[in-house]
C-alpha cells in the first residue's frame, strides 16, 4: 500500500507531459491543416477573383461601348430635321396640310431608321407632329413640356432622356434636339428608341448586367426583375420629384436589396442579393457610358469561383495534413534510423569491449599456457629426476638387500668351495691310487657344486641389474628365481610355501612387468615373512592368484606374528622398519609398491583375522600383440 501510494506520483508526473506533448501535437497539427486550407482558400479566393475582375473589366468595356454604340447611333436623327423645311414651316406656320405632310416624313423616317417614334414638339412642348399620328395612342396634341428633354433642348441643349411613355406605357430612350430658324428655337425634334435588343442580347449571353440612370434607377437589366429598381436609396424629395415627372410612369421605383457591400477596387465591388430568392454573391463592376449620366454594372456571379477556391482550400489543408504525415513519418524513420545506429555503436562498442576482454584473456591464458608448459617442463624435469632417484634408490635397494645377504651367500658360496676343497683333494688322493670311478664321480659332483654355484652368482647379477619399467615377466619364473635366491636363508630357516596362483588353463602366468622387477619384489615380500616368523616353528607362506577383470592379483600370506596396528600405518614409509641394528633398511615394502605402480599396478596389505599378514600385489596383463 504504501509503495502505491509513493509510485502513483511519480507514474501521474511521467504520463502527464506525454499526454500533453500528444495535444499539443494534435491541437498543432489541426491549426496547421486549417490554416494551409484557409490560406489556400483565401489565395485562390483572391486569385479567382482578380481573374474574374480582369475578364469583367474586358466585358465591362464591350458592353459599354455596345451600349454607347447603340445610344449615339441615333444621336444625329432629331438635329436632321432641322434639315427639312417642311418641319420649319410647320413650326412657323402651323397648317393642316404642313402638319399631314410632315406626319408622314416623320413615319417614313422613324421605319427607316428603326426607332420607337419620332416627333416634333412647337416651343411650348406641345406634339406637333408625330410619326404614329395614325395611332390610336399618337402623341398629337400631347402637352409633353414637363419632360426633361424638352426643358433641355429648348434651352439649346442635347435632351437626352430615358422614360416610360406617359401615353403608351412603353419605356424608351428619348434624344431631342433644339430646332432652330437663325439663332432662334422654334422647336423641339424628338426621336425615341428603343433600347431591349441590349438586353435580350445580355441574356442570350447569360450577362448579368445593367444600366441605371442618373437618378441611379435601372433602366436596362438582363434580369427583368431588376428593372426599374433603385440602385441607392432616394430620399421622399426625389421620389416625388421623380414620379411628379412621370419619367418612370407609376413604378414603384424599390430600392434594389444589397447586401454584404465590400469595395474591392476602384469601380468594384463585392455583393450579394436576392433575385430568386436565395442570395448569391456577385463581383459588381461598374463604368460610366460616355456622352450620358448612366452607368453599366456587370455581375460576375462568384459562385463558381468560390467553390474552386474551398476546393483549393480542401487541396491545400489535404496537402498540408499529407506533408505533416510525410514530416511525421520522416521524423519516425530518423528517430528509429537514430535508435537503430546508436544500438549499433553500442553493440560495435560491446564488440569492441568484447574483443578487448578477449585479446586480454587471451593473452592471459597465453601467459598461464607459458606458465604451464613451463611447469610441465619443470613437473618433467623432476620426474625424470625422481625417477632416476627411484632406479637409484632401487638399485640401491637392491644393493642393500645383496648386502643383508651377502654373509649368507658367502655361506652358500663357502659351504661348495669346502666341498670342492675336500672333494678335488680326495680326487687328487684316489687318483694317485688309481681309483678312477671314485675320482670320477667327485669330478662330476665337482662339476655339478660348481654349476650350483654359478647360478647362485647368476641371480645374483641378474638381481643388481638395472632395469626398465616396461617389459612382461612369468610369474613362474619370478617366484622360482627369488626362492633361488632365498636359497641359504630357506636351507636355514625352513619354510612351507603353497603355491596356488598358475593359470587355471595355462602353465604359466605372464604379467606386464619386467621380470627382474617382479622377482625384485617377490624377494622383498618372501624375504619379509621369513624375517617376521623367524621366532616361530611352523612357517607357512601362501602364494595364491587370482584373475580379476583387467588384472592379476598374486596374495602373499604369512602365518606370522601379524603387524602391530601403531605401526601399520607407516609400512610404506621410506626406512621405516622395525627390524634390530642392520638387519632392516626400512626401503624393502616403498620400493615394492613403487615398481608395482610404475608397472600399472598396486602394492597393498590385508590383514587377516585368523592371523598372519597378507600382501596384495595387482599387476596388469601384458598386452596382445597388435596384428
Ligand atoms: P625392512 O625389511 O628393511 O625392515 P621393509 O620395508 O621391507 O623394510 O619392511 C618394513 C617393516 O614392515 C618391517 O620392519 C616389518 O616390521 C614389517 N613387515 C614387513 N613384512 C612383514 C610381515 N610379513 N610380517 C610382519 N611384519 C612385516
Redesign the pocket.
Known amino acids: 500500500m504504501m509503495q502505491c501510494l509513493s509510485i502513483s506520483p511519480r507514474a501521474d508526473l511521467i504520463v502527464k507531459p506525454r499526454l500533453l506533448r500528444h495535444l499539443s501535437l494534435i491541437l498543432l497539427f489541426l491549426l496547421l491543416v486549417l490554416g494551409c486550407g484557409y490560406a489556400g482558400y483565401h489565395i485562390s479566393d483572391r486569385a479567382g477573383i482578380r481573374a474574374l475582375a480582369e475578364n469583367g473589366e474586358r466585358q465591362l468595356e464591350l458592353n459599354a461601348r455596345a451600349v454607347e454604340s447603340e445610344i449615339t447611333k441615333y444621336t444625329y436623327l432629331p438635329s436632321l430635321l432641322e434639315l427639312e423645311g417642311n418641319v420649319s414651316r410647320l413650326l412657323l406656320a402651323p397648317t393642316a396640310y404642313r402638319r399631314h405632310h410632315v406626319n408622314q416624313y416623320l413615319a417614313g423616317l422613324n421605319e427607316r431608321s428603326g426607332s420607337l417614334a419620332i416627333y416634333v414638339l412647337d416651343p411650348d412642348g406641345r406634339v406637333i407632329a408625330t410619326s404614329n399620328w395614325e395611332q390610336a395612342d399618337s402623341y398629337l396634341g400631347e402637352d409633353l413640356s414637363f419632360r426633361a428633354y424638352y426643358q433641355d433642348a429648348i434651352e439649346g441643349r442635347p435632351g437626352r432622356f430615358y422614360g416610360i411613355g406617359s401615353t403608351t406605357g412603353e419605356p424608351g430612350y428619348y434624344l431631342a434636339h433644339g430646332l432652330r430658324d437663325g439663332k432662334r428655337i422654334i422647336g423641339v425634334a424628338v426621336v425615341k428608341v428603343r433600347l431591349d435588343a441590349l438586353e435580350e442580347r445580355w441574356q442570350r449571353a447569360l450577362l448579368e448586367a445593367y444600366v441605371s440612370d442618373e437618378n441611379g434607377i435601372i433602366i436596362l437589366a438582363s434580369d427583368p426583375m431588376v428593372r426599374l429598381k433603385a440602385v441607392r436609396p432616394l430620399d421622399d424629395a426625389t421620389k416625388e420629384r421623380l414620379a411628379r415627372s412621370l419619367q418612370y410612369h407609376w413604378a414603384a421605383l424599390e430600392e434594389l436589396q444589397l447586401f454584404n457591400r465590400s469595395p474591392l477596387d476602384d469601380g468594384i465591388e463585392q455583393v450579394s442579393f436576392a433575385t430568386a430568392g436565395t442570395p448569391t454573391n456577385y463581383l459588381l463592376q461598374t463604368r460610366r457610358l460616355e456622352d450620358t449620366p448612366w452607368h453599366l454594372t456587370l455581375l460576375s456571379p462568384l459562385q463558381e469561383q468560390r467553390s474552386a477556391a474551398m476546393i483549393h482550400g480542401m487541396l491545400a489543408a489535404v496537402a498540408a495534413a499529407l506533408l505533416a504525415f510525410l514530416l511525421i513519418a520522416w521524423n519516425e524513420r530518423r528517430k528509429v534510423i537514430a535508435t537503430r545506429l546508436a544500438a549499433r555503436e553500442a553493440l560495435q562498442a560491446a564488440n569492441d569491449e568484447l574483443e578487448r576482454k578477449i585479446a586480454e584473456r587471451t593473452a592471459d591464458l597465453q601467459a598461464s599456457n607459458e606458465r604451464l608448459q613451463a611447469e610441465v617442463r619443470e613437473r618433467e624435469q623432476a620426474e625424470t629426476t625422481l625417477r632416476k632417484a627411484q632406479d637409484e634408490l632401487v638399485q640401491a635397494g637392491k644393493l642393500a638387500v645383496i648386502g643383508q645377504m651377502s654373509t649368507s651367500i658367502a655361506h652358500e658360496l663357502n659351504q661348495p668351495l669346502a666341498a670342492l676343497r675336500t672333494l678335488s683333494g680326495n680326487t687328487v688322493r684316489f687318483l694317485q691310487r688309481g681309483a678312477l670311478d671314485v675320482a670320477s664321480s667327485n669330478l662330476q659332483n665337482i662339476g655339478e657344486l660348481v654349476d650350483r654355484m654359478g647360478k647362485i652368482t647368476g641371480s645374483l647379477r641378474a638381481f643388481a641389474r638395472r632395469a626398465g619399467d616396461s617389459g612382461e615377466a612369468s610369474l613362474g619364473q619370478a617366484v622360482d628365481a627369488a626362492v633361488l635366491l632365498l636359497h641359504p636363508r630357506l636351507q636355514r630357516t625352513s619354510m612351507t610355501i603353497h603355491r596356488d596362483y598358475l593359470h587355471p588353463e595355462q602353465d604359466d602366468v605372464r604379467l606386464a612387468i619386467e621380470q627382474i622387477r617382479l622377482e625384485q619384489i617377490l624377494v ?2 618372501i ?3 621369513l ?2 616368523m623367524r621366532d616361530q616353528v611352523d612357517r607357512q607362506l601362501w602364494l595364491s592368484g587370482s584373475a580379476e577383470a583387467d588384472c592379476y592379483r598374486l596374495e602373499v600370506r ?1 602365518n ?4 602391530a596396528p601403531e ?1 601399520r600405518a607407516h ?1 610404506f614409509e621410506p626406512f ?4 634390530p641394528g642392520e ?8 620400493l615394492s609398491a613403487s615398481l608395482a605402480a610404475a608397472a600399472g599396478g598396486s602394492l597393498t596389505v590385508r590383514h587377516p583375522d585368523e592371523g ?2 597378507a ?1 596384495v600385489l595387482t599387476l596388469p596383463y601384458p598386452r596382445e600383440p597388435q596384428p
Open positions: 622383498n615380500l624375504s619379509n615373512a624375517d617376521a604369512d606370522g606374528p601379524g603387524i605401526t609400512l621405516f622398519t622395525t627390524k638387519q632392516g633398511l626400512g626401503l624393502g615394502l616403498t598372519g599378514t600382501f
